[in-house]
């Protein structure tokens, strides 16, 4: 399975956003993750459609969208229309998930479903046929700069076990909290795809990219 790293453009510098875009991309960063809050889900509201759609040309790269929002499968479409390649809505956000599943499926794009901490893994075993990724937070969503939730190795590894007994190997993604540091312990616990914020858009992003990407063999 392939690792593959999203940086996390909340973290970025938004005065020069489209600069440090092309930079994780030309670092190699295969990703842009590029998360949606609606101060309802979550308690922050952080960007949509506008800012996605002014700074979709500035890369080709894949990108990577996070849904925070309640009720997501009235936004898909508009979401595909801005330039999104990946969205991930959150399981506990959505009154009939598989049928956001299929609505994102419906305009060709890929559909991630995302667990929050204390959301049970076992959860998502109605839809791992259908959906592309999983996304098991490492934090609370809604904020960048947090650490990493330790408990949620755990559900890493419960995830990955899950698909296994099926026989798939659809891509887990983590997110919240990922350094240098903790990096190695969520690939181990079978994770493969990295979203990061923080740890990569603060100090020089080349460089953070690099080590990332080296330590990820990717
Ligand atoms: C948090 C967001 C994350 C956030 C991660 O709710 O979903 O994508 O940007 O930021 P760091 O890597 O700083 O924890
Ligand atoms: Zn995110």
Same mark, same amino acid.
Request: proline share 4%; aromatic share 6%; hydrophobic share 45%.
């Given at each position: ?64 969208? *996070? ?22 809505? *959150? ?11 299929? %609505? ?14 204390? &959301?049970d893994v076992k959860e998502l075993l ?24 330790? %408990? &949620? ?7 990955? %076990? ?7 190997? &659809? ?48």
């Open positions: 399975m392939k690792n593959i790293l999203s940086p996390s453009i909340l973290a970025a510098d938004f005065k020069i956003l489209g600069q440090q875009i092309k930079d994780v991309d030309r670092a190699g960063a295969q990703y842009l993750h590029f998360d949606v809050m609606d101060g309802v889900f979550v308690p922050s509201i952080s960007f949509g459609l506008p800012v996605l759609k002014s700074i979709r040309s500035a890369s080709d790269i894949i990108y990577d969208v *996070h849904l925070m929002i309640v009720d997501p499968i009235r936004y898909i479409k508009e979401f595909v229309d801005s330039g999104a390649d990946i969205i991930t809505f *959150h399981l506990e956000a959505a009154e009939d998930p598989a049928a956001v599943i299929d %609505e994102i499926h419906k305009y060709g794009k890929k559909a991630g479903m995302a667990i929050k901490p204390g &959301t109605p839809y791992l046929d259908k959906v592309d990724m999983i996304l098991v937070m490492t934090v609370e969503p809604g904020f960048g700069g947090q650490k990493l939730i330790p %408990e &949620t190795l755990e559900k890493i590894k419960s995830a990955r %076990e899950l698909l296994n007994d099926k026989g798939l190997d &659809t891509d887990i993604q983590v997110d919240g909290g990922i350094t240098k540091d903790n990096l190695n312990e969520v690939l181990e616990a079978g994770a493969n795809v990295i979203v990061a914020g923080s740890s990569i858009f603060i100090g020089d992003i080349a460089s953070n990219v690099t080590q990332f990407l080296g330590i990820m063999g990717s």
